[in-house]
């Protein structure tokens, strides 16, 4: 049996003696589209960051790709895809196709020129994202849904088998919220790319996604999101307190337009 | 004006450390302002001042410091000055700004407290503090290839991570590069690039040679490698221009080459300004 490719077993952790995150075990097979889903501040960014490895749990054990976290050296098959808003310098006088190069920073290694060979994978990713035709534009010329897609470009040029991605409609304008979530189901379909990811678009996501796991300091549910109606409605109401209707209809068979 | 150049040798000192810096010190920069450290650079240069003027005050004093280049004290107070910085701001984590004031006053005061100790170097100062064509020893242009060899060594080394930390240092951090410690060289670097250009451009004056021509190369680059190679024309041009118009003019370089750079800045905002004017007057 193949390992699965994230495996949180009973973590916890704590931050400044609160705690964030309580008792969590969560396995993300490959194949996965994972959305973890939680109100603000139930931990779902802090989750992320473990998987990555950027933050040591307080208690429990990671394995990736079925190495203990603290002995896992490929960090590259792990992609990651940042909140837009909050990272990165907007008016930096760099090109598409230079940001997607530095995807392969972490690959490439120390002391090391990114060989030139790359530009036919920097094209691919480009491609795969639908922005292939913006390679020699400024970043500061894209607008926030294109610039993030450039960032989920500079992700898999890596070419990583798991790509996380933090909020990463926050900022796009909401007429191009969809088409982000198809080029994302379809990464995961044609090119089986593992995904997880951290949203607050609930509705529109369901349709893509296969699994759910639902936040707040500890998971209230996770499987595959056609089961997400077992949840009781006290369940729902000690995962999301008093907004559960926004989020009633996940796991039926609604048509979103 | 050439045939000079060849035959004084103080001259030929001058222009090979100007060409030199007109380099290093744009290409520095362009990371500099990219990181938004641009007055740590200025905070870095007045610490030199410290570290020269000490080494001038106790040359008069100590006959061990009478044989040492004042450079070499200007280069230890920039880099203590550089971890200093690092260390205060880490200190104050949400005012991470206020290091800048703090190094930079102390720099001077320390300065301020050799100089009128030591009362008889004005002349030696004033090159020290405006830059100067006559001043470049044998030993200082030694000193000035040295550090580029550095830098230049460092930027091949780690361009692609600088590139990615400048750009976005939490996707940096994320992918799991040494953030803190190429930071740390970096800051090292810098300071090594500032003492090293002080000789020709003056302590007050550094920081506009590593910021002035990048600005100018922000509006015309099209690329992040375009940016680079565009200030360090900018650098030379002013470099060049400068040194020339302050022997011609008996002038301090600092000024000429400074004044020089900020023209070639004003320049390229008009040029800017009139092809973005007329494209939309093409597209209506």
Redesign the interface.
Known sequence: MIAPLIEIDNISFEYEQTKALEDISLAVEEGDFLAILGPNGSGKSTLLKIM???IKPTKGAIRLFGVDAKNFRN?EWIG?V?QKS????SG????V???VT?G???K?G??R??PKTEKANVKEALEAVGMEGFM?N?MSELSGGQQQRVFIA?ALVAKPKVLILDEPTVGIDHRNVQSFYNMLASLNRDKDITLILVTHDVDTVTDRITHVACLNQTIHFHGFKDQLHTMSDEQREAWYGHSVRKIHHIGGSHSYD | MIEAIFSYEFLQNAFAAGLIIGVIAPLLGVFIVVRRLSLIADALSHVTLAGIAGSLYLSQSVAAFAMLNPLFLGIAASVAGSVLIERLRSLYKHYEELAIPIILSAGIGFGAIFISLAEGFSTDLFGYLFGSVSAVSREDLGIVAGIAIIVLAFIRLFFKELFILSFDDEYAKASGLPAKWIHFLFMIVTALVIAGSMRIVGILLVSSLMTIPVAAAMRMGKSFKGTIILSVIFGEVSVLTGLITAFYFNLAPGGTIVVTSILLLLLVICYKKITVSMKKGAVA
């Open positions: 990555l490895g950027l960090r990651y940042s909050n990272s990165f310098n930096f006088p760099a090109t196709a230079e940001v530095g392969l920073v972490k490439t120390l002391f020129r990114i020699e400024r500079r």
